[in-house]
């Protein structure tokens, strides 16, 4: 009896890189290897108490003023350590690309951060978002096995030095001169960028100083729910300040530490135990002999000669013609050299089943078309595209067979449920909690109706939660009324009405107090704005409603609040 090809066919993968047809050539030796644990900087050594401070400063959304972003929120590893808003709301994740129009060929898919704000809170119209939430041009690259790749982001702009950005003094650098590639710093280097990004988390002018004095006032985790168990027990009611003392020796809450904690925990972050990853190790049963297939076509089409290795990447940076390479100036950004315009870096296929739509801008929603798109060769050319990609000339069934590869086996189940080191707490935004749609709006003279943008955390006797408004009547005044019921008219009982005046391009922000009353705990509460408005019918136009609960009883809940 012969044995059963699941049986075979790992051997002769590890010892032959596959079933390499004519076509393709047939490597030397496996491809891949195991992965490991992440390395460690010796400057930065892991504790306990750093990676739980880390753990809490990357899924605290009060890091943002708005209190809607963490660091967690577009490095979710349900989306394979990448957002997890996409491509489902691709709407309010879309960038408009360098014509700035929306709905040409150019725009990309990004991740979606804050709306441009002032030191106050209150939003600020940006050219492209108005005051919605401002998208950038690129998704968000995974987070997950950050901690093995040097030069970090889709640009490899956040190399591996790390300075103090209070002092100037290098805290870490790499071990071997000349190896910009061995993963040193570059965690703790990336760590700090989006906290003073004003698209992605700061107010316009927001500096490291003003995080620091915000982190050291809020509660750690206020926002979030179902904190882990464990992680929940080891911070208990602790304030950030103690949280840094146990990590740091001093409660200081420096820019330096937290880049420091942040990357402590990412490199706990290590998805090593998928299907691929059991098979590699002699688990001839963990992979199907569909799937198996798969990884031998993948060798065959030389796809592994970029996603090798334990990451399945080779951590270099390409052009492969996926957009003209004007549309973005990649890997030139940080490096200046003309040959490198257009370049991204080659992300690790680990969870990739997760993470979709793919490539930097999202311009391929499923894993078959990014196997098409190479089959094909590409869709754009350059002088400096990849010369490895051409034409592959594959059949619908082989292109299957490594769609097949691509999907389970290299899926960690813990990245997929969230369990193990990737459990995490539920966010304020996008729960239940955040302030949900209602009712429509009515029309104002112009033909549109006015738009409420209401998506904080509606504290409880706070008095920072700000709403915006756009497409209301120039310079006209408003009142935003909170009540028990949906207000339909600014007629009858109102828990409170707030009156200001939108600017020249019928846009406006405040914010509004809200009532402490106990009373009011899990009632649902109501939101509209009214438009005095020559035009509308009635002399009123009236914005969308949205619902929400309160969140607490008392600000004391949330230290100062997230927005000191």
Not at 140 to 162: E, K, P
Not at 296 to 301: E, G, L, R, S, Y
Not at 349 to 368: C, F, I, K, Q
Not at 527 to 556: H, K, M
Request: hydrophobic share 40%.
């Amino acid at each position: 009896m012969h044995p059963h090809p699941s049986r075979i066919l790992p051997t002769l993968i590890l010892a032959l890189s596959g079933l390499a047809g004519p076509a393709f050539g047939q490597p030397a030796q496996s491809p891949f290897a195991p992965l490991g644990g992440s390395p460690v900087p010796p400057q930065n050594q892991q504790t306990q108490a750093k990676i739980d401070l880390g753990f809490a400063l990357f899924w605290d959304e009060q890091l943002s003023r708005t209190g809607t972003v963490a660091c967690g929120t577009c490095h979710m590893p349900r989306a394979g350590g990448s957002d997890p808003r996409l491509p489902a709301d691709t709407a309010n994740s879309r960038h408009p690309g360098p014509d700035n129009v929306f709905g040409t060929a150019d725009d990309s898919i990004g991740a979606a951060g804050v709306p441009r704000h002032d030191a106050d809170g209150r939003y600020l119209a940006s050219p492209i978002f108005g005051l919605r939430p401002q998208v950038g041009t690129r998704q968000a690259i995974s987070s997950i096995n950050a901690g093995f790749v040097g030069n970090l982001l889709w640009d490899g702009r956040a190399g591996n030095v790390f300075r103090d950005p209070d002092t100037g003094q290098v805290i870490i650098q790499p071990p071997i001169a000349n190896a910009p590639n061995v993963p040193a710093g570059a965690l703790e280097h990336q760590g700090l960028d989006p906290l003073v990004n004003t698209q992605e988390m700061a107010h316009v002018g927001g500096t490291l100083a003003d995080m620091a004095a915000r982190i050291a006032a809020v509660r750690p985790l206020g926002l979030a729910r179902n904190i882990p168990a464990d992680v929940a027990g080891r911070l208990g009611e602790r304030s950030y300040p103690a949280l840094f003392e146990a990590a740091f020796g001093s409660p200081g809450v420096g820019s330096a530490r937290m880049a420091m904690a942040l990357a402590a925990y990412q490199r706990t972050l290590v998805s090593n135990q998928t299907p691929h990853d059991l098979n590699l190790a002699g688990q001839t049963d963990a992979m199907t002999p569909a799937e198996i297939e798969g990884r031998n076509m993948f060798v065959q089409a030389r796809c592994s000669a970029c996603h090798a290795g334990g990451l399945l990447s080779t951590g270099g940076f390409m052009y492969l013609g996926v957009r003209p390479r004007s549309a973005d100036p990649g890997r030139f950004a940080a490096s200046n050299l003309e040959d490198d315009r257009g370049r991204m870096r080659v992300p690790g296929l680990r969870n990739v089943e997760l993470s979709a739509p793919y490539m930097a801008d999202g311009r391929l929603a499923t894993l078959e078309d990014v196997v098409a798109f190479y089959n094909r060769g590409g869709d754009f050319t350059a002088p400096n595209k990849d010369p490895r990609i051409v034409p592959l000339n594959l059949s619908a069934q082989q292109q299957a067979a490594i769609v097949t590869f691509l999907r389970r086996p290299l899926t960690d189940p813990r990245v997929r449920d969230e369990t193990g080191p990737f459990a995490r707490p539920q966010l304020f935004a996008g729960s239940a909690r955040a302030p949900q749609p209602a009712s429509a709006g009515t029309t104002g003279g112009n033909g549109v109706v006015p738009r409420l943008i209401a998506i904080e955390p509606p504290l409880a006797g706070g008095n920072n939660f700000t709403i915006g408004l756009e497409g209301g009547a120039a310079g006209a005044v408003a009142t935003a009324r909170l009540a028990l019921a949906d207000p339909q008219s600014l007629t009858g009982a109102a828990l409170q009405d707030v009156q200001f005046t939108l600017d020249a391009a019928g846009n406006g922000s405040l914010n509004i107090p809200l009532p402490g009353d106990a009373s009011l705990a899990d009632v649902p509460l109501f939101l509209r704005v009214f438009v005095v408005d020559a035009g509308a019918t009635g002399g009123v136009a009236s914005s969308n409603s949205v619902s929400f609960r309160l969140e607490g009883l008392s600000p004391d809940l949330f230290g100062n609040g997230f927005e000191p």
